[in-house]
């Protein structure tokens, strides 16, 4: 069987609001909805989130449909930037792209690519600890901690290039629950079809 990892839609950017208390946006929930009546939805046994919001939201809204409860576990936040607070979009992508290409230096205080890459792939190996392979498992996470996750997966070097792209998240990566081998690359979520 197989683990899908999601990175939740877009959301409501708000400066005034700490980034892991945002929601999704109208546009970002109407995707997950609709993502919901996809029939390999309904097949996953066991989904765990981030503690944010907007993936909390994005599980939620997935649960409903497979008729599982959500596990919230903190460790599979996104890399923490509060040490900058909110950046506007230019600036984020410009932060982000040093984060990725310099994984072992924190970028005025951002929590170091290496350290959330450990951070992610532990939460995930802990997850599984006990997990029965033959039950299909979503994680509802972010794209940052998503691509370092990914990279782990793929034994590939830290890189910005391995991301999920622009256009605001709702991305899958799957990868087999047996031997951690990548089932799939980034794919949006209107174009997976799940796994046989």
Same mark, same amino acid.
């Given at each position: 069987?197989?683990?899908?990892?999601?990175?939740?839609?877009?959301?409501?950017?708000?400066?005034?609001?700490?980034?892991?208390?945002?929601?999704?946006?109208?546009?970002?929930?109407?995707?997950?909805?609709?993502?919901?009546?996809?029939?390999?939805? &309904?097949?996953?046994?066991?989904?765990?989130s981030?503690? =944010? #919001?907007?993936?909390?939201?994005? !599980?939620? *809204?997935? +649960? @409903?449909?497979?008729?599982?409860?959500?596990?919230?576990?903190?460790?599979?936040?996104?890399?923490?930037?509060?040490?900058?607070?909110?950046?506007?979009?230019?600036?984020?992508?410009?932060?982000?792209?040093?984060?990725? &290409?310099?994984p072992?230096?924190?970028?005025r205080?951002? =929590? #170091?690519?290496?350290?959330?890459? !450990?951070? *992610?792939? +532990? @939460?995930?190996?802990?997850?599984?600890?006990?997990?029965?392979?033959?039950?299909?498992?979503?994680?509802?996470?972010?794209?940052?901690?998503?691509?370092?996750?990914?990279?782990?997966?793929?034994?590939?070097?830290?890189?910005?290039?391995?991301?999920?792209?622009?256009?605001?998240?709702?991305?899958?990566?799957?990868?087999?629950?047996?031997?951690?081998?990548?089932?799939?690359?980034?794919?949006?979520?209107?174009?997976?079809?799940?796994?046989?």
């Amino acid at each position: 069987m197989a683990a899908i990892y999601l990175t939740h839609p877009q959301v409501a950017i708000d400066p005034e609001i700490p980034v892991p208390e945002w929601g999704l946006s109208e546009i970002g929930r109407a995707r997950v909805e609709a993502l919901a009546g996809k029939p390999w939805v &309904a097949g996953v046994g066991r989904i765990v989130s981030s503690a =944010e #919001r907007k993936a909390i939201e994005t !599980a939620e *809204i997935l +649960a @409903a449909t497979a008729g599982c409860r959500v596990e919230i576990v903190g460790e599979m936040g996104e890399n923490d930037r509060s040490a900058t607070g909110f950046l506007a979009p230019p600036d984020f992508e410009a932060a982000a792209d040093r984060f990725f &290409a310099e994984p072992e230096t924190s970028f005025r205080g951002w =929590e #170091r690519a290496i350290d959330a890459q !450990a951070r *992610i792939v +532990a @939460a995930i190996d802990r997850a599984l600890e006990t997990h029965d392979p033959s039950v299909p498992i979503l994680f509802v996470g972010h794209g940052g901690v998503g691509t370092l996750l990914k990279c782990h997966l793929c034994e590939r070097r830290i890189a910005r290039a391995e991301d999920q792209g622009p256009g605001g998240g709702g991305m899958v990566f799957g990868f087999s629950l047996v031997d951690r081998h990548l089932l799939c690359d980034w794919t949006p979520i209107e174009a997976f079809g799940g796994f046989a």
